[in-house]
């Protein structure tokens, strides 16, 4: 079936600094791939979809500067925060689609 | 817009029983689609079940099947002879039909946190 991989699954980064996190799909081509950010005990909330070869689209409220999304290829879409603040910390999941919704096991960001 | 409702934040069950989880939606959309997902506490999204809004025949995965009402936007989900491994949070979600399956982003609801007892 199709596997997407999600890295790093923790970070730990100090304030001020910017954070990495990458979504490969690894068997298959995504064209669109999508960030969600969840809370504690929350729901998934959609930050931005990111389509190959062009700008992302970000949800009302999500600062796009500070958010920056990158899918380069079909395989491969990134998500930096830039400047991170403690407000950032959160768990951060991916998924990737083509024909069909397969999630990253997610990526849990604590800025201190 | 779209929006998922769970009115169940928290539910319990002994092992082996039969649980419904209840979810509503609101749209103007005819066409659509809708999911259920499961979280365990490792935090994977995994898929449960998938309903087509143009099929009126429930969606059934083995113990899992839906009640889909349509004209009421109704899509719960019944789990049956519970394990304790269906302990998890479950996630009602929406999604447009347009274009290719899956292009379209996922609305989800607030979710239920299900807890099987032994």
């Known amino acids: 079936g199709a596997v997407v991989s999600q890295h790093p699954s923790r970070v730990i980064c100090k304030s001020g600094t910017s954070v990495k996190i990458e979504c490969r799909s690894l068997?298959?081509?995504?064209?669109?791939m999508f960030w969600y950010r969840q809370f504690p005990k929350q729901s998934l909330m959609l930050m931005a979809t990111s389509n190959e070869g062009s700008k992302a689209t970000y949800e009302q409220g999500v600062e796009k500067d500070k958010f920056l999304i990158n899918h380069a290829s079909l395989t491969l879409s990134t998500l930096t925060v830039t400047s991170a603040h403690p407000e950032d910390s959160s768990f951060y999941i991916c998924?990737?689609?083509?024909?069909?919704?397969?999630f990253g096991s997610g990526t849990r960001l604590t800025v201190v | 817009a779209q929006t998922v409702t769970q009115s169940q934040p928290e539910m319990s069950v002994q092992e082996a029983e039969t649980v419904t989880l209840s979810c509503t939606y609101d749209t103007s959309e005819n066409n659509y689609y809708l999911f259920w997902y499961k979280q365990p506490p490792s935090r994977q999204m995994i898929l449960v079940i998938r309903?087509?809004?143009?099929?009126?025949q429930n969606a059934t995965e083995n113990r899992f099947s839906v009640n889909f009402q349509k004209a009421a936007k109704s899509f719960s989900l019944k789990i049956s002879d519970s394990q304790l491994g269906d302990t998890a949070m479950y996630f009602c979600?929406?999604?447009?039909?347009?274009?290719?399956?899956?292009?379209?982003?996922?609305?989800f609801g607030t979710g239920t946190r299900l807890t099987i007892i032994p």
């Open positions: 309903q087509e809004a143009y099929k009126q």
């Open positions: 979600a929406f999604m447009k039909q347009e274009g290719n399956f899956g292009n379209e982003k996922l609305t």
């Open positions: 998924s990737a689609t083509n024909y069909g919704y397969t």
């Open positions: 068997d298959f081509q995504a064209t669109t």
